[in-house]
């Protein structure tokens, strides 16, 4: 597939994705518009369903609202806000050492670039990718599994991992579509082309759709 026709399907997609839950970075954005929650929210996200990262915030943010506000308790508290998130400890010990992190190095502020945003404790590319693009619309590419898996399926790439699939994507990708293909394919993989099972007989580009290495049902 070029990129011609990953657009066409991706416009079908766009708008097919609307009936869906919204990603739990974009709710976000919609109710804090702040660059810091985004961060937190995403990093909470990582390996933990969208529902459970946003009943997390919802705790979390209340005592929450700036960085040096994790000072404030202990470790086993901002456990106990980011339950039940997957590796809640892992994710609370990061984010209890953000703010001496981010005081050193940046000033107090979110870095805005990729490199930077690597830096801090449990963000990877994943993480700062979809930080650049949700939280300061730069043009970030956000490959987890959804967009690595459904972009291998639709045969627009042929890559083995999420880091291959971001590279391809960021030779090949047009620019327009950066910010959007992780919101768009989240919501996608999670509720139709799903890792298991995909519902191909209900799927709007299932004529377009190769399915390469998708199983068929017996
Ligand atoms: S046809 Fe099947 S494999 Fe292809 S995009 Fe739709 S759900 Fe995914």
Known sequence: MNSKEFEKIFLILEKE??????????????QSNSSFHILIATILSARTKDETTAKA????????????????????????????????????????QLPAILEKEFNNKIPETLEELIKLPGVGRKTANLVLSVAFNKEGICVDTHVHRITNR?????????FE?????REK????????INYVLVAFGQNTCTPLSP??????????CPKINVKKKR
Not at 80 to 88: A, Q
Not at 165 to 169: A, F, I, Q, R
Not at 173 to 180: F, N, Q, T
Request: some cysteine.
């Open 17 to 30: 994705v609307k009936k869906f839950k919204v990603p739990v970075a974009e709710l976000v954005k919609v």
């Open 57 to 96: 915030c919802e705790k979390l943010f209340k005592k929450i609202k700036q960085a040096k506000d994790f000072e404030k308790y202990s470790l086993k508290e901002i456990e106990k806000m980011s339950y039940p998130v997957g590796f809640y400890k892992t994710k609370a010990k990061h984010l209890k």
């Open 154 to 162: 639709l045969g627009y790439v042929k890559t083995k991992t999420p």
């Open 165 to 169: 699939t971001e590279m391809k994507l």
């Open 173 to 180: 990708l047009p620019k327009k579509l950066w910010r959007k």
């Open 199 to 208: 519902k191909c007989s209900k799927c709007r580009i299932e004529k377009q």
